[in-house]
């Protein structure tokens, strides 16, 4: 009997010691993110986090977002709490959140410091590479106490990833304007995300070099700089019209050659696991400009 009892007790404090252990992840900013249970109660505050969460399982504790979190579609069904550059912060306080992702180059310094001065446990999700998408995926779910779909689905992104940078990444290289947008034209540098999926297809960024993360640029700097191929990805799911305006510059390469491509924006301007999906396109996209 006094073995039984000992058992017991032990048993009991070792489920009471587990039920005090915090959750606790670093987010991508460098800090300490904790919480004493599962967040039951998250708001994000950028689209691709709201993907980011469904990957990790976590999409059913989500009772807010921003808007353009239209991916998967039950994402249009959430409580919106304005967009990711403005906040409605009294709509977000009805939802009670246990745990608020944001996301600092897009919602601003400003608002993660009044977010965080107002109490809210804040995780920061700014994913600089792929790799940081995967390590996020399995974070949150650590966070919201859904760490087995969470680490499956990271491993999946990671094998993925794999397999492009096997396939593609010592292919011929060929010479990439990323357009932006047209008015005013801009491009990324070599520090973007997007410049890593050019260089995993074997692409090489001909604004690599530029000393900012998303430089305006000149017509003249695209044409002096000659890329081989222009992959442009506008607002929306339709190719934009003015992708084919460089058709009056017919000698620039990519130009001559027809090699003026198209990529969704969600799919590579929005960081969360579907960036991959950009990146095969990308990749096909190279390999059909590398077919004589």
């Given at each position: 009997?006094?073995?039984?009892?000992?058992?017991?007790?032990?048993?009991?404090?070792?489920?009471?010691?587990a039920a005090d252990?915090?959750?606790?992840?670093?987010?991508?900013?460098?800090?300490?993110?904790?919480?004493?249970?599962?967040?039951?109660?998250?708001?994000?505050?950028?689209?691709?986090?709201?993907?980011?969460?469904?990957?990790?399982?976590?999409?059913?504790?989500?009772?807010?977002?921003?808007?353009h979190s239209d991916y998967p579609a039950e994402a249009e069904q959430i409580p919106r709490v304005g967009s990711y550059k403005r906040v409605d912060y009294e709509r977000l306080a009805a939802l009670q959140p246990d745990l608020v992702v944001g996301w600092h180059s897009g919602n601003g310094a400003s608002t993660i410091e009044r977010l965080q001065a107002l109490g809210y446990t804040v995780y920061i999700s700014e994913p600089k590479n792929l790799n940081d998408i995967?390590?996020?995926?399995?974070?949150?779910?650590?966070?919201?106490?859904?760490?087995?779909?969470?680490r499956t689905a990271a491993?999946?992104?990671?094998?993925?990833?794999?397999?492009?940078?096997?396939?593609?990444?010592?292919?011929?290289?060929?010479?990439v304007f990323y357009q932006v947008w047209y008015q005013p034209l801009m491009t990324v540098n070599d520090a973007h995300l997007i410049s890593q999926v050019i260089h995993l297809c074997g692409g090489r960024n001909v604004f690599a070099d530029a000393a900012s993360l998303t430089p305006r640029i000149s017509v003249e700097a695209v044409l002096a700089r000659d890329p081989e191929v222009i992959i442009a990805s506008g607002m929306?799911?339709?190719r934009p019209e003015w992708l084919d305006n460089w058709a009056r510059w017919k000698d620039l390469q990519a130009v001559r050659l027809a090699h003026l491509y198209f990529v969704p924006p969600a799919l590579l301007q929005r960081h969360s696991p579907r960036i991959l999906e950009g990146a095969e396109r990308v990749c096909a996209h190279l390999e059909q400009a590398r077919q004589p």
């Open positions: 009997m006094r073995t039984l009892l000992a058992i017991l007790l032990l048993s009991t404090l070792g489920v009471s010691a252990t915090p959750l606790r992840v670093e987010d991508d900013r460098g800090r300490t993110v904790s919480l004493q249970s599962p967040a039951r109660r998250i708001v994000s505050l950028a689209p691709h986090a709201t993907e980011i969460l469904y990957t990790a399982g976590a999409g059913e504790y989500l009772v807010g977002t921003v808007s995967a390590r996020s995926v399995e974070r949150l779910g650590t966070l919201a106490g859904t760490e087995e779909q969470a491993a999946e992104f990671r094998a993925r990833h794999q397999r492009l940078r096997e396939r593609y990444s010592r292919r011929p290289p060929l010479s929306g799911d339709e």
